[in-house]
């Protein structure tokens, strides 16, 4: 929203320009419109068609974002069905030792 204190200034600006009405209309027109257009540069506004742009960009990125979240949902799904297939290792069947390749001979 703009400030009071900015409002004010360009009412005062506008103000001074038209104390000096005995000029050509066209003067005062060309001066109020510097004084507004100076007003609007500081306020930091962006054009409709800036604004329609970045709009569109912004819903782009919006529709791949939603599809790379269904993807991974997909890819979650995947891999939780995956893994509830392989049994889990019961703790009741013991594991087979390995056998040494080194024919028995150790710390040599």
Do not use: N, W, Y
Request: hydrophobic share 40%.
């Amino acid at each position: 929203m703009v400030s009071h204190d900015r409002i004010s200034r360009l009412a005062q600006q506008i103000g001074e320009r038209l104390q000096g009405a005995s000029q050509a209309p066209e003067e005062v027109q060309k001066g109020i419109q510097q004084v507004v257009r100076g007003a609007f540069d500081r306020l930091e506004l962006v054009s409709r068609e800036d604004f329609d742009i970045l709009m569109d960009v912004l819903q782009r990125t919006r529709a791949r974002v939603e599809a790379l979240e269904q993807q991974v949902a997909a890819l979650e799904t995947l891999l939780e069905e995956r893994t509830a297939e392989v049994p889990a290792p019961s703790a009741a069947a013991p594991e087979a030792p390995e056998e040494d390749a080194g024919g028995g001979e150790t710390g040599r």
